[in-house]
């Protein structure tokens, strides 16, 4: 008598839902390191809310935008890959865009902040 997971077809069964419970979970590890970052982010914009002056009020409701901005985009992000994974499609799952987007705002907020202060003093 043959084991029930000794047949090709079974097997095949098998290594499909293996796969795709590791993208489920990559997926979430992802969504949730980029989270993370941007609450981090958010924090930091809080504290230079509460403790900082006219430019610091500035830079601060910059970086909290980003942070919004950013929860949203990648919320989107992971159920657009959800759908896709739970569809079964053959999607690419790299993300160029946002990432890129994230740094160069963060640049520009650092440039915006430099400038505020030099024409300061």
């Known amino acids: ?13 098998l290594d499909t ?10 997926n979430e590890r ?13 924090g930091i914009s809080l ?6 002056d006219k430019e610091a009020l500035i830079l601060a409701t910059i970086i909290a935008v980003l942070s919004i901005l950013g929860m949203v985009y990648y919320l989107d992000v992971y159920q657009s890959r959800v ?7 053959e999607e690419v799952f790299t993300d160029r865009t946002g990432p ?6 963060l640049l520009v907020a650092a440039i ?6 030099f024409k300061e003093s």
């Open 1 to 13: 008598m043959s084991h029930p997971h000794s047949t090709g077809e079974e097997e095949v069964e």
């Open 30 to 42: 992802t969504f949730l390191s980029y989270m993370y970052l941007l609450v981090l982010l958010a």
């Open 83 to 89: 759908t896709a994974i739970r569809m079964g499609g």
């Open 112 to 117: 915006t902040n430099f400038m505020m202060q």
């Open 17 to 26: 839902a293996s796969t795709e419970a590791k993208l489920i979970f990559a």
């Open 47 to 52: 504290g230079l809310l509460n403790f900082g």
């Open 100 to 105: 890129t987007f994230v740094v160069l705002a």
